[in-house]
């Protein structure tokens, strides 16, 4: 409750009552209220050390049970001390070539290619396209508008000349299923925030319809109402995968390579690197400089020795 009240996404309160549950099961499914800091602090160390798991993923656990004390149970850790920090490995992002992409996005066919063609035509994260509404594609200025995204914080994207038809196309067999829906007295969507008081029509308006809309109705865990929500992106990231093996590509190919190729092919096109992070959505131009590395280093940047042979 604590979680829905201060607006965190669904996906962050999954998320936190999942670290709260596994801490109290490390813990022999003690009492919460009779552990501390120092029984937080062996847990952090043994998803470090024993779980092997990433940085991020030990912050997330971290931050999931500082917000269950000091918010929930009213008992605020403190300063819990230095602990072992899980290690975040240095690696330079994938990027595909401009013909890798071309070979890829030719394996694919309909919405799964026209949401993997935005995510390399754009540079949007994956969540950024699925979630994507109706109402933030301007046509008239060819651009998209990119709401509430990582940091909770707006921003502009090109929208690429190639996909308007495609993508006109697409909203006109959404919106015949949306009127569909409404024909039977449904037709909602989720609306963020304090939007659906705001607006108390707004759910079932066009403009507020996802662009990548689910095949089926569900009902929304938090209202109790059957919506349309958007697609999940696991069947995105699966086909991008799949693609690029028909494609014979040997890289680690996924949806966010996409978006570190369109990064890169934008330094290579000469763009600036301040405009490149505007796009990105990076809060610091230090994270958009490793995608001027690729273009520094390597066959692209040093003549090899044997080549002088």
């Known amino acids: 409750m604590e979680l829905r009240t201060r607006r965190y996404s669904i996906r962050t309160e999954q998320s936190y009552e999942s670290w709260v549950t596994r801490f109290i099961s490390y813990n022999g499914n003690r009492e919460p209220k009779k552990l501390g800091s120092g029984e937080v602090v062996s847990f952090l160390q043994h998803l470090a050390v024993q779980r092997n798991v990433a940085e991020s993923t030990q912050n997330q656990a971290l931050n999931a049970l500082v917000f269950f004390y000091d918010k929930v149970l009213k008992q605020p850790l403190g300063d819990i001390g230095s602990f072992v920090r899980a290690k975040r490995p240095k690696r330079l992002p994938v990027v595909l070539t401009r013909s890798e992409v071309t070979k890829t996005l030719e394996q694919m066919t309909g919405r799964q290619k026209l949401m993997a063609s935005l995510l390399y035509g754009t540079g949007m994260r994956l969540m950024d396209c699925v979630r994507l509404r109706v109402k933030d594609i301007d046509f008239g200025y060819q651009q998209i508008v990119i709401r509430d ?6 921003r502009l994207v090109p929208l690429p000349e190639r996909l308007i038809d495609e993508l006109k196309a697409h909203l006109e067999l959404v919106e015949e299923t949306h009127r569909a829906d409404l024909e039977k007295g449904l ?6 925030d ?9 759910a079932k308006e066009w ?20 919506r349309r929500r958007h697609i999940h992106e696991n069947g995105l990231q699966k086909a991008i995968k799949k693609a690029a093996l ?7 190919v996924n949806c966010h390579a996409l978006r570190h190729s369109f990064a890169t092919h934008l330094l290579e096109s000469g763009y600036d690197i301040r405009t490149v992070q505007e796009l990105l959505g990076h809060a610091d131009v230090s994270t958009t400089m490793i995608y001027t590395h690729l273009l520094n280093r390597g066959g692209k940047g040093v003549k090899s020795p044997l080549d002088g042979l």
């Open 187 to 192: 037709g909602e969507t989720y609306l963020p």
């Open 246 to 252: 028909q494609a014979d590509i040997a890289k680690q």
């Open 207 to 226: 403009g507020w319809q996802y662009v990548f809309p689910s095949g089926r109705l569900s009902v929304d865990p938090r209202s109790g109402k059957a």
């Open 194 to 202: 304090a939007l659906d008081r705001k607006y108390p029509n707004g």
């Open 149 to 154: 995204g990582k940091g909770k914080k707006d």
